[in-house]
């Protein structure tokens, strides 16, 4: 057996012309590869930003999408609303027009006297009803002439009007609201022919006794 000898204490190798220092292990130094950053995580970020550009162009066409469907349904509420209004409206004057005839025999009953007990509050029910529906009547003597809204069966000349003037009612009009469902039946009247130019004459001439002496004022 060998015995140790006392104080001796073994090293390591080393090779001739290295120095102490070489003998003991170098920390290890981070490689370049380690301490920059990775080369994924760029294109990951830009992948996400091209993600978010393509979802807000998607959202700004939905909303556009959904802005033109607002537009349109709103249309075809007007439209439909339009439309309910017109039908009601040509239902109404179809049922007035016919309850004309009815309106016109009670006016020619009134005209007569002949609008007395139950048939007179019966009648009168029925004109309150009609005027709720909106049915107006109109048509009155000495008005001048609409053909618009006056259908004339009788012509004649007088020489008391300056213009063609309805002289008589022989049957009158209806209207709903500004729509004319019958127009008034009139007799109408022109100027006399040569009425205006003779009474246009006569005004020209001052008459005799409105001609004052001078001589005598001047006494």
Same mark, same amino acid.
């Given at each position: 057996m060998t015995e140790e000898t006392p104080g001796f204490e073994e090293k390591p190798d080393v090779p001739s012309?290295?120095?102490?220092?070489?003998?003991?292990?170098k920390a290890a130094s981070p490689s370049p590869e380690e301490g920059a950053a990775p !080369?994924?995580?760029?294109? /990951?970020? @830009?992948? #996400?930003?091209a993600q978010l550009d393509q979802v807000r162009t998607a959202l700004?066409?939905?909303?556009?999408?959904?802005?033109?469907?607002q537009a349109e349904y709103q249309n075809y509420r007007r439209r439909v609303?339009?439309?309910?209004? !017109?039908?009601?409206?040509? /239902?109404? @004057?179809? #049922?007035?027009?016919?309850?004309?005839?009815?309106l016109d025999d009670i006016g020619r009953a009134r005209e007569h006297g002949e609008l007395v007990g139950g048939f007179k509050s019966v009648a009168e029910s029925l004109e309150t009803v009609a005027?709720?529906?909106?049915?107006?009547?109109?048509g009155k003597e000495g008005e001048p002439f609409d053909p618009t809204i006056h259908e004339a069966l009788m012509h004649s000349y007088a020489p008391d009007v300056t213009e063609t003037t309805c002289v008589a009612i022989l049957q009158p009009g209806y209207r709903i609201g500004e729509r004319t469902i019958r127009p008034a039946r009139v007799a109408v009247a022109e100027?006399?022919?040569?009425?205006?130019?003779?009474?246009?004459?006569?005004?020209?001439?001052?008459?005799?006794?409105?001609?004052?002496?001078?001589?005598?004022?001047?006494?």
């Open positions: 012309g290295a120095t102490p220092d070489d003998a003991e292990p !080369a994924g995580d760029g294109a /990951a970020d @830009a992948g #996400l930003v700004g066409e939905r909303t556009a999408d959904l802005q033109r469907l609303e339009r439309d309910r209004i !017109a039908v009601k409206e040509i /239902a109404i @004057a179809n #049922l007035l027009t016919e309850l004309l005839p009815t005027a709720k529906m909106g049915l107006q009547q109109f100027p006399q022919p040569g009425a205006q130019t003779v009474k246009a004459e006569g005004a020209d001439e001052k008459p005799a006794g409105d001609e004052k002496d001078d001589s005598s004022e001047e006494g």
